[in-house]
């Protein structure tokens, strides 16, 4: 664990979901290619996957299913975003995802400064997306959220800060968010390598080893519970 990590993990008391929805409410769910829950179940479908979700969830008594960081994933293949000729398949998943209703409120795990936003349009991609910069005893990072709402990015500007637990969005609707079931995208990222409003949320198997080093697990803010 380097500086930035040991800093991040010694943080209490990060939500980007309201605290109304408690720890005991959130569910860890497998999406790798391995996973138990996605045998006989074709989720290329957004309808088939929200549905999916929402039976994942009840059966759980939950509000939240989450997990993906570090996961191969077959959820990618019908995208050509991650499948492009003559490149390396991307299905690494190198963030954390809270899978939870459009229209949830999502906030600031930390103090910040809105750096970039953009709608990441095409099948697969994040749709809306916000990007907030944070500073930390001289570590400069950041944190992606992916999937919003059209009306999240639609108001705000640049160099607006906000403070940590301040809500910044709302999740978005598979009609706006890459085709998905709703769900956010949480990600940490160190070097945003001139990235502005986008930064790759998958990666190849080759290029493993740097994403996770420049993207550590979300969840050593979030201190989710990762067994059911």
Request: hydrophobic share 35%; aromatic share 10%; with cysteine.
């Amino acid at each position: 664990m380097n500086a930035l990590e040991t800093i991040l993990s010694a943080i209490q008391d990060i939500k980007v979901i309201p605290e109304s929805v408690s720890l005991g409410l959130y569910s860890p769910l497998d999406l790798s290619i391995n996973s138990p829950e996605l045998v006989n179940i074709n989720l290329e479908n957004s309808n088939d996957f929200e549905k999916f979700i929402e039976i994942y969830l009840a059966k759980n008594n939950s509000k939240v299913a989450f997990g993906g960081y570090n996961e191969e994933r077959n959820l990618y293949k019908r995208s050509e975003n991650f499948n492009i000729e003559a490149k390396e398949e991307r299905n690494i998943h190198i963030g954390l995802d809270l899978w939870i209703k459009a229209g949830t409120p999502i906030l600031a795990a930390l103090k910040g400064e809105i750096h970039s936003f953009n709608n990441n349009l095409g099948l697969g991609d994040y749709g809306p997306t916000i990007i907030l910069k944070h500073i930390i005893e001289d570590h400069v990072f950041y944190t992606l959220y992916g999937h919003l709402s059209l009306e999240s990015i639609s108001d705000i500007e640049i160099g607006t800060v906000y403070e940590k637990a301040d809500p910044i969005a709302t999740l978005g609707s598979a009609l706006v968010n890459g085709d998905y079931a709703p769900h956010l995208h949480f990600q940490i990222i160190k070097d945003l390598d001139f990235n502005y409003g986008d930064f790759p949320g998958v990666c190849s198997k080759t290029r493993r080893n740097y994403y996770l080093e420049n993207c550590p697990d979300p969840n050593i803010l979030l201190k989710l519970p990762t067994q059911s």
